[in-house]
């Protein structure tokens, strides 16, 4: 992997000492900003929902992430913690996941107007799946490096998901029949939409809550 200072690996340093937030964010306008070249139909609507879900869901999701497995793994390597290895595993399979996020991306950004395209909306989604096939939810730690593993059920659910949307982006590049590929399409454009919603209304509920928390504590 590599070595940082003092014997570090490269991959302890956090996200707010890289520029991965703001490749997301770069990714993300840039994905937008082609939206309006765009005439493939099926790659319009991928490219829509790739650069919200990038801005609203992959990117704050991998800042928080990145940070906190390099906090954890720094701590647990001064201590010399038994817990290292779970957390080694976990940043590694962080930095994978935002590695295949933001390569297709990137492809969306930079390859062709063609349905085939498509195929780089599945590959951002392939990130998040192999993410969880991998064994993320079962070496996850918290930023103290205590072990914080994701329930199975949630793990689960989260991939067929996952699976769902990278067959849906597939389809939408792959099928011979233009009415497929376009349905395929939006199939993949609601699903992200649904996912994208669930996160502002996410945020917004976090929000109102430290709002009556302060206006708790000024009372």
């Not at 390569?103 to 349905?115: E, H, I, R, S, T």
């Not at 205590?146 to 989260?158: E, F, G, H, Q």
């Amino acid at each position: 992997l590599g070595a940082g200072p003092r014997g570090m690996p490269i991959f302890a340093s956090s996200a707010s000492q890289t520029p991965i937030p703001w490749l997301y964010r770069a990714l993300s306008i840039g994905i937008f900003a082609r939206c309006a070249e765009t005439t493939c139909s099926p790659l319009l609507l991928c490219r829509v929902a790739a650069a919200a879900i990038l801005a609203l869901d992959f990117e704050p999701t991998a800042t928080t992430q990145l940070n906190e497995s390099a906090k954890a793994l720094n701590e647990l390597k001064m201590s010399g913690d038994s817990n290292t290895k779970s957390a080694a595993k976990w940043r590694g399979l962080v930095v994978q996941k935002s590695l295949l996020e933001l390569g297709g991306a990137a492809l969306l950004l930079l390859a062709p107007d063609k349905p085939l395209t498509c195929l780089a909306a599945a590959l951002m989604l392939l990130g998040h799946a192999t993410f969880w096939l991998f064994g993320a939810a079962d070496v996850r730690v918290n930023d103290s490096g205590k072990p914080a593993p994701v329930p199975p059920s949630l793990k689960n659910t989260i991939l067929k998901a996952d699976c769902v949307l990278i067959a849906a982006a597939s389809c939408a590049a792959l099928a011979p029949w233009p009415a497929f590929r376009l349905g395929s399409a939006t199939l993949f454009s609601l699903g992200i939409s649904g996912v994208c919603l669930e996160k502002l209304a996410g945020r917004m509920k976090k929000q109102k809550e430290a709002i009556a928390r302060s206006s708790a504590g000024e009372s």
